[in-house]
């Protein structure tokens, strides 16, 4: 083997090498950090619990007037909050949901903006921008700690397109986090409010509201409105690190396997080396030997 072969093997050997250390240092932070976004899950769980099940009485109780945001005005557009990351290195994360959106407007048709889209997360900003694609809302520096402010930021654009009659309907498209092993792209409808979509039904309780139904009903569910926002930041949130792992997992392993293939290429290239070597010496050995039997018998 050409010394110079074997020295471009080892450089990239040792490139790979160095390439494996940083994706499973990027693993295993990935793996530490979905621990914590699920820790902020379940401290966010009960209070929107609490939200749903006075939504549900709301919604069940027919002493109340009906809210804006139960029955919506007819013929405005669909607006899509679609939630990405602001990195990349975390797989199908934000290739999915941009791909599905971009089918969307594709079979719909969006000359007349039948279709408003708020972006959150650096890459559907920079995916709908570099296409020329209008967006209502962008929101980056959201997916590695989402707060309540980035919620509360989402939620007042959603609801002042919604309230001036521009969208008539509004979905979050968003990665739901099952549990560490199973995530799943989803589209969550937001407005308007259907009450059988939440669990329990109602009640169909009797309420006494102080200092007017109107002056606190709408309020509350902008406020749930708010609250399932974040919700759903939190769960994109620790889907994107589980996607991460998962991919910076892969990466690791694809190193390890480039390692080994490199390692065999130069050993057996060496080898090769050095049967042709040991093959040469041979046959010289031999023509010198048949070169000195030819003079003993000319003697």
Sequence with gaps: MAGGQERILRRRIKSVQATKKITKAMELIAASRIVRAMGRINEAKPFYESMVAVVEDIA???????????????????GIVVVTS????????????????????????????RI????????????????GVPLELSLM???????????????????EAYDSGVISSVDVLTTRFVSAGNQRMEMVPLLP???????????NLDFEIEPSAEEIIDPLLRLYVEE???TLLLEASASEYAYKQRAMKAATENAEELVKKYTRIMNRA???????????IVGGAEALKGSGDGDELSQ
């Design 228 to 230: 399932t926002i974040f």
């Design 141 to 159: 520096g959201v997916s590695e700690r989402p707060t309540y402010e980035h919620a509360r930021t989402i939620a007042a654009s959603v609801l």
């Design 86 to 113: 602001d990195r990349g290195l975390c797989g199908s994360f934000n290739s999915a949901p941009l791909r599905f959106v971009e089918k969307l407007i594709a079979r719909d048709g969006n000359d007349q903006g």
């Design 116 to 131: 408003r889209l708020f972006g959150v997360g650096k890459k559907a900003v920079a995916f709908f921008n570099y296409r």
């Design 60 to 78: 069940g109780s027919a002493g109340l007037p009906k809210s804006r945001y139960f029955t919506p005005e007819p013929g405005g557009s669909r």
């Design 193 to 203: 409010i259907d009450p059988d979509s939440l669990k329990g039904g109602g009640s």
């Design 270 to 280: 060496r080898q090769d080396a050095i049967t042709t070597e040991i093959m040469e």
